[in-house]
């Protein structure tokens, strides 16, 4: 090329490093282009891959009326799970669960409509979105086979089995010994598919009548789907703020479902995608107060969503919604009376041949085709669950609310049928829906219920509107049978009277279990009543608050040892507890409560919580001890609800009891009182050691680069001998880096060290903020929040600065 060995050590000393920052994305670009060109091939696993996006990856949202891309992060409720059964197990993401470091062998339980399905469809769409081009099986050359041992062997391999609870008796056995035979394996089999990951949704009280058959060899432990919380409800709606209406906005959503007295309903995740849909789509809707009303408007909104292209305009329906609703509940009555899987899937030549039948019962029906087709088509109710032309109703709940609303249209034959049936789960929920419809049978049938299931009758109160000596017998026949769970389903209740009834069962029995009960017997009974309700127990620990004596308090602080530590509606029973006249003289449930609320307070929604509710300044609380627990002036202002729970635990000394996981706690406990000291000098303020090692370490790396290009330039016009100076000066640049380097750092800790009488850099975090009292803080940045032994929650750990 002509060039001599100067030149030539110019060009490699500018061209290496260039390559050096391309390389990698290169090698991204590359395995991205292999996995194209094995996507172009159609080997298997990317055929596969491109099969379970198309089929799972987009969901026709019929509620929303709108295609959605499945997605976990955007689109997705993020949904939390907990042990099943441990009302004290932390909630944890869901997508946790299900990382890559979870367990090996998953169920994950749920009631219907809880996003079960939708789970287990997002997670696996988003594993292949994220592996695609980029997957390990790329890896193995020309082969057109599919490595599957390879990433079996590597734990690779994900199994998602979707409604356990959906097998007929007759194929439960065999499919059962399948997945036995699947999971257990020998690992130095030929195909040791033991090496897989497996998970396995069921709805909750199907599972709990088969989890012997599981325990042993599958899983010992099941995870409840926890119901949303106030704060994934509003997250929900606001990520579809856009959809609203200017002059329904999703404010006025929020508001309205508060109103209705419905934000209990709305905790399911198909309620609240319904009464979303509902809400943006017809202006005059009013909430429902019940399920059924939900479901009855969806349908009939699906059924009447192309009647008009626009405004108008003529119809695109040819067929009256009436008529086809009509169609729809007796198909489904039909369909679960006539199979042995009452709601399986069903062909197209059986709604054909149900419809013919039904002829005379449907006006102007010209065409048995057109008329299945049209629903089909237009409503998006019943949807093609194979290519063999199998269908099933978009949602099993809507194939239930359908069979119950038929059935209750003669409702005395509807509760003979369902009398019979009273004992089969797969009845369990038309049971529950049937009970919500409005006919006079309702009483007498829950009576009648009783003699068959007291357990199943007062959970049926939770949709039922009887009169109050109907609901005092059952709810006293359950307290007679020690079923406090079903008692718990019972606060549920549409009417007023029967929840004050459920609330005063369930004070009374819980009072006695905490002053009588051992230790370890009250956990177990708190476990089974409040794991997976523990918006209803928070409902239920106000109610007792009410009743302001100590002897309630201590039964509170006893209650709330058993749940979790990031539950916000526990704050509240707990924050009226403290109001309790002289409860400091009971020095040891005062501590208990304070403490349980710190904790609490660490959680940024609960301390969100506590804010909200009304001011509590007790006398025994001086503000020499609001001052010594917050020194802080330009953080929460004196009136903080919080800065009055901080002042409780010095007046009670309860910071002695805490461990120092908390770095607030941690540095208010420091010699030399750092946090009072912090905002003495405003300097500090702007002074940070690390943003001034590091802009002096940057000056002294570009002053480098730049004198390495000054010496090129020069060596290459001739005017130095690159040789001789190159050297010389890489050794200076380099002292020079290391002096700025070291005098900073030692200059900026000498002045801290002066300003502090005492070490001090780690509390910088600690430091106000311009912002809310109630943005998160990056106290916790370091990972040092305290946990009791479970997995971290999505909800952050803070403590204000």
């Not at 869901?94 to 399905?117: C, M, N």
Request: glycine residues 4%.
């Amino acid at each position: 090329m002509g060039l001599d060995a100067d030149e030539l050590g110019i060009v490699l000393a500018v061209a290496l490093p260039l390559l050096a920052l391309v390389s990698r994305r290169a090698r991204v670009l590359l395995r991205h282009a292999r996995g194209r060109v094995a996507l172009a091939l159609g080997r298997p696993q990317e055929r596969y891959g491109r099969w379970f996006l198309a089929e799972y990856g987009v969901l026709r949202n019929i509620y929303l009326n709108q295609v959605e891309t499945l997605d976990l992060a955007d689109s997705y409720i993020s949904l939390s799970v907990q042990v099943e059964g441990e009302a004290s197990a932390a909630q944890v993401p869901a997508t946790t669960l299900l990382a890559e470091f979870g367990p090996r062998r998953i169920v994950i339980v749920g009631d219907p409509g809880t996003g079960k399905s939708t789970l287990l469809k997002a997670y696996g769409s988003g594993l292949l979105r994220r592996t695609a081009g980029n997957s390990e099986l790329n890896l193995f050359g020309r082969t057109n086979e599919l490595p599957f041992l390879i990433t079996l062997q590597r734990g690779r391999v994900v199994v998602l089995l979707d409604g356990l609870d959906e097998i007929s008796p007759p194929a439960y056995e065999a499919v059962r010994s399948a997945i036995h035979a699947f999971v257990t394996a020998d690992e130095h089999a030929e195909l040791p598919t033991s090496m897989a990951r497996v998970v396995i949704t069921c709805r909750r009280q199907t599972y709990r009548q088969i989890e012997d058959d599981w325990m042993a060899w599958f899983s010992s432990t099941s995870y409840a789907i926890a119901a949303l919380r106030d704060a994934d409800i509003e997250r929900f709606v606001n990520r579809r703020a856009a959809q609203f209406p200017a002059e329904r906005p999703a404010a006025a959503f929020l508001a309205d479902v508060r109103a209705s007295g419905t934000v209990d309903l709305h905790r399911v995740p198909l309620i609240l995608t319904i009464s979303v849909g509902l809400y943006t789509q017809l202006t005059a809707y009013e909430i429902p107060h019940s399920v059924g009303a939900f479901y009855d408007e969806m349908v009939r909104e699906l059924l009447r969503r192309h009647d008009f292209r626009a405004e108008n305009q003529l119809r695109m329906n040819r067929y009256r919604a009436e008529d086809k609703h009509r169609f729809l509940r007796e198909l489904a009555v039909h369909l679960a009376r006539t199979r042995w899987s009452p709601f399986a899937d069903f062909t197209y030549g059986e709604i054909l041949e149900f419809c013919s039948a039904r002829r005379g019962t449907v006006p102007r029906l010209r065409d048995d085709r057109d008329f299945v087709d049209e629903i089909i088509d237009r409503s998006g109710l019943l949807i093609r669950t194979t290519d063999a032309g199998h269908f099933a109703f978009a949602h099993r709940a809507f194939h239930e609310h359908l069979a119950a609303a038929q059935l209750a249209r003669d409702p005395q034959l509807g509760c003979t049928f369902l009398l019979e049936h009273a004992q089969n789960p797969e009845w369990r929920q038309v049971i529950l829906l049937f009970c919500g419809e409005n006919h006079p049978y309702v009483a007498p049938f829950l009576q009648a219920l009783a003699d068959e299931s007291v357990e199943l009758a007062c959970h049926c109160l939770a949709t039922a509107e009887v009169s109050t000596d109907v609901a005092a017998s059952l709810i006293d026949q359950a307290r007679q049978l020690s079923l406090l769970p079903a008692i718990m389903e019972t606060v549920k209740s549409p009417v007023t009277d029967t929840r004050s009834l459920a609330f005063e069962a369930l004070r009374s029995e819980l009072l006695w279990i905490a002053q009588r009960a051992s230790p370890a017997e009250r956990r177990r009974i708190f476990s089974g009543l409040f794991g997976g309700h523990l918006p209803v127990a928070g409902k239920v620990l106000l109610a007792m608050s009410d009743h302001a004596t100590p002897e309630m308090a201590n039964a509170i602080a006893e209650l709330t040892a058993t749940l979790p530590d990031d539950e916000p509606t526990l704050v509240a029973p707990l924050w009226h507890c403290l109001a309790i006249p002289d409860l400091h003289r009971r020095r040891t449930t005062a501590q208990q409560i304070v403490e349980r609320l710190l904790l609490l307070a660490m959680n940024r929604e609960c301390a969100e919580t506590l804010e909200r509710l009304p001011a509590l300044r007790p006398a025994w609380v001086a503000d020499a001890d609001r001052t010594a627990a917050y020194p802080l002036k330009r953080g929460l202002p004196a009136s903080s609800n919080l800065v009055s729970l901080l002042g409780m635990g010095h007046a009670l000394r309860v910071f002695d009891l805490l461990p120092r996981k908390n770095l607030y706690l941690t540095a208010l406990a420091e010699p030399g009182r750092p946090l009072a000291m912090i905002e003495t000098s405003p300097f500090w303020l702007k002074l940070s050691p690390h943003r001034v090692v590091q802009v002096l370490s940057w000056s002294a790396f570009i002053a480098a680069l730049v004198g390495n290009l000054a010496v090129a330039r020069l060596a290459y016009r001739g005017g130095v001998d690159l040789r001789q100076a190159l050297l010389p000066l890489l050794v200076s640049l380099a002292v020079f880096t290391v002096v700025v380097v070291a005098t900073s750092m030692w200059a900026t800790r000498r002045f801290v060290d002066h300003l502090y009488a005492a070490p001090f850099t780690r509390w910088v975090y600690l430091l106000p903020t311009t912002e809310s009292a109630f943005s998160p803080s990056q106290v916790e940045r370091s990972g040092s929040s305290w946990q009791r032994g479970h997995a971290t929650s999505r909800r952050d750990t803070w403590w204000p600065g």
